[in-house]
């Protein structure tokens, strides 16, 4: 009995570290979060249990409801766009062999820029004086409102995450498309596949469980977007680009309401939950 313990023991010694930080950064903030959502919490620190009283607020709130659209529209915009151009990296840097690491360094930078730092640098393209207008102004074509007009705003702030956050999910899918066995894309093209029929054969299907992590982590990612708004648009306009991250933060740190910020966080963690179980259930049963 003593030797069939050893072994699951001294594992759980090596990952102790990592399970309490855990607990403290993720688990227990989590339930205090939910606990605080049941209670009037406010800057002083003086709470009464108000029960489901948040809750019923939320659900009667319209701010709520026009920033849970605004999340999933993002999403919606968001995931496919990241996805896509980073699997699109990914098989241009596994296909090159000059420089394939300075180029693999180039792409990456945009990553580890400031949120704040590369969000003022894309206002100032989106302006009306800004570099897409003014290559527009060349080819005769009227300046656009990126940031002004509510049906644009989100699709230029999806695709400034897009250019910021691909580097990180590109690294991911190398990896990913580096475990691919040569040997199958070698036989496969001797058999006569073309490139297309090799990729939807034999890459995309092995590449399936990266593709997954992908998927997930961007997934989470939009839903918590937040310093680009508050640097670009602040919410607006029109509360058009209002997430429920900027909503908690609102709340929070601006009306001094920690109990109903509490709330909107655990609907947003519902929410992120729900989204994921779905993710699992259509695209990675297999691979989880």
């Not at 049941?38 to 029960?51: P, S």
């Not at 993002?74 to 090159?96: F, R």
């Not at 704040?116 to 393209?125: E, K, M, N, Q, T």
Request: proline letters at 4%; charged letters at 15%; hydrophobic letters at 55%.
């Amino acid at each position: 009995m003593r030797h069939r313990l050893r072994d699951p023991i001294t594992g759980l010694l090596f990952v102790l570290p990592m399970l309490v930080l855990f607990l403290i950064f993720k688990i227990f903030p989590t339930l205090g979060a939910a606990g605080m959502s049941l209670t009037n919490w406010n800057i002083g620190g003086e709470w009464d249990f108000i029960g489901a009283d948040n809750y019923t607020r939320l659900v009667n709130d319209p701010n709520f409801w026009s920033s849970l659209r605004a999340t999933l529209v993002y999403t919606a915009i968001y995931v496919p766009l990241v996805v896509l151009v980073s699997l699109g990296t990914a098989l241009l840097l596994n296909a090159v062999v000059f420089m394939r690491g300075l180029f693999r360094g180039i792409l990456f930078l945009p990553y580890v820029t400031s949120f704040v730092f590369a969000g003022l640098i894309w206002r100032w393209i989106y302006e009306f004086d800004g570099l897409i207008n003014g290559l527009l102004a060349k080819l005769d074509v009227a300046p656009v409102a990126f940031m002004e007009r509510s049906e644009l705003v989100l699709p230029a702030l999806a695709l400034v995450s897009c250019w910021k956050g691909f580097g990180y999910s590109m690294l991911i899918l190398l990896a990913g498309l580096k475990a691919i066995p040569g040997s199958y894309l070698e036989a496969a093209k001797v058999d006569g596949a073309s490139a297309w029929q090799r990729f939807r054969s034999i890459t995309l299907p092995l590449l399936k469980p990266a593709l997954f992590f992908v998927l997930v982590i961007e997934t989470i990612a939009s839903f918590q977007v937040f310093d680009t708004i508050y640097v670009m648009t602040g919410g607006g306009p029109a509360k058009a680009s209002y997430t429920l991250i900027y909503g908690i933060f609102e709340r929070g740190f601006r009306f001094w309401e920690f109990g109903y910020a509490a709330t909107w966080g655990m609907v947003l963690f519902a929410v992120v939950l729900v989204v994921s179980l779905i993710q699992r259930r259509f695209v990675g049963r297999e691979n989880t």
